[in-house]
Structures are given as C-alpha cells and as structure tokens.
Nanobody, 120 residues
Framework: QVQLVESGGGLVQAGESLRLSCAASGRLLSGYSMAWFRQAPGKEREFVATIGYIPRTYYADSVKGRFTLSRDNVNKVSLQMNSPKPEDTAVYYC???????????????WGQGTQVTVSS
C-alpha cells in the first residue's frame, strides 16, 4: 500500500531557500491530492499547501508568495521554501487525500515528517 516519505528538511538561515520532497512508495489512486502540513511545538498541526490531481494549488496565507508546491509526478511533490522565517520552524508532514482540502482529518496517508528549523 501507499507509504509517504518526506526528505529535504534541515537547518537554514532566514532568507535562505529549502526544498522539501515527498515521495509515495506505492501507487496512489487516481484523483488523490497531496499536501503539506506542519506542526510547531505547542501549536496545532496547520495546513501549508495542497495540490490536486489536476495541478491546481492552494496555500495558507502565512506562506503564500514564499512557498511553492509542485507535482513532479503522480506520486511525488516538492515544496520550495523561499524567504523562510523563524516562524516557519516546524515538523513538516506530507499527506495524501481523496479530496483536496485544508483539514488534516480528511487525509488518508501521512509521512513521518521532516524537521525544518529556520534561524534568524
């Protein structure tokens, strides 16, 4: 079955760029959307961005204009993080859903997460 694996996290200085990737080891059902969520210490998991099977993207207001989500193929997406800020520090999770949306509860598959730390 489908397993999602994130990669590319690490430590960056504010203003540097970072690229996260999410790859599915198995075949996703046609029509699945993929998304990124993040969770910082003491905060609830929050929506970052999502891309539909047809590559239409939606972003949280907090990252709009700075992050770019793209679909490399049906089983892989990348999140380009430009101009990151310390407030972007969090564990970033990749997820897949039958329906595009911003609610974590609707997603069927989740990766283990990758840590992103942005220093000032």
């Amino acid at each position: 079955q489908v397993q999602l694996v994130e990669s590319g996290g690490g430590l960056v200085q504010a203003g540097e760029s970072l690229r996260l990737s999410c790859a599915a080891s198995g075949r996703l059902l046609s029509g699945y959307s993929m998304a990124w969520f993040r969770q910082a210490p003491g905060k609830e998991r929050e929506f970052v961005a999502t891309i539909g099977y047809i590559p239409r993207t939606y972003y949280a207001d907090s990252v709009k204009g700075r992050f770019t989500l793209s679909r490399d193929n049906v089983n892989k997406v990348s999140l380009q993080m430009n101009s990151p800020k310390p407030e972007d520090t969090a564990v970033y999770y990749c997820a897949a859903s039958r329906q595009i949306g911003s609610e974590a509860s609707q997603y069927d598959y989740w990766g283990q997460g990758t840590q992103v730390t942005v220093s000032s």
